[in-house]
């Protein structure tokens, strides 16, 4: 039991500054690629910062896995953030930091209840306009064959491409891109299976209330018949008694 608050309490007190991490991570990620004459400092300084915000998130990973009650059951339920730690580790590339990121922030956002599922899917669709915008204009603007070349373009390609309409005015041409594509349909459709599903849920749980609150009236209302019924039989016999006193008096002795 001390394990488990003890986790709550670190999940709590890292809440706020994880997602301030991943603010300035997000930030590091932007600059070099809107800014493509960055100097090679801040290129560099932009790197550290990304690298250091996905070592505090593994590290905040570690200190969940120290303090879970059973760390073997913890690894079993939380197998996506062992895999966004380990997969910058296996290829330093800058894409997956990109995604390794992103998910160790979704499942880090999700542990906090304050955080409501409407709040939740509209920050994701935001973070994955955005990112999947700098991701695509990253691989695309030196493509020889590329017709993605400025950030607009990648902003709107991502927006018809996360609503899956795919105008085809802007394509990726690398195999990286198409990646990145596939994994903003796919983020696309998720979200709007969570948004379709959430709405009717919510439609369903307010005809529910509406059923339960004409039952108990209903039931209110059979309880008050049942209850007038009793009282005019009670009445019945009640006179039907006076009626045959007062025949046994009027009888000549």
Known sequence: MEEQSAQARWERHTQRPLLALAVAFAVA??????????????????????????????????????????????????????????????????????VSTLLLVGRRARMA???????????????????????????????????IRTLGDAVWWSFTTMTT??????????????????????????????????????FIARFEKDDVEERRQTEAIESLAAEVRGLRAEVAALTALASAGEAVEERPG
């Open 29 to 98: 990620y932007a600059v070099p690629i809107v800014d493509s004459s960055a100097g090679h400092s801040l290129t560099a300084a932009c790197t550290v910062v990304e690298w250091v915000v996905w070592g505090s998130f593994a590290t905040d990973y570690l200190m969940r896995l120290a303090l879970a009650r059973g760390r073997k059951e913890f690894v079993w339920t939380h197998w996506l953030d062992l895999c966004a730690v380990i997969l910058p580790i296996l290829q330093p590339l800058r894409l997956l930091r990109l």
């Open 113 to 147: 209840s304050q955080i409501r599922l409407t709040t939740y899917v509209a920050g994701s669709v935001v973070g994955l306009l955005m990112f999947g915008s700098l991701a695509v204009l990253s691989v695309e603007r030196e493509s020889p064959n590329g017709n």
């Open 165 to 202: 309409v795919g105008y085809g005015d802007h394509a990726p041409t690398t195999g990286l891109g198409r990646m990145i594509a596939v994994g903003l349909m796919l983020s696309g459709i998720a979200l709007l299976g969570v948004v379709t599903a959430n709405i009717a849920a919510w």
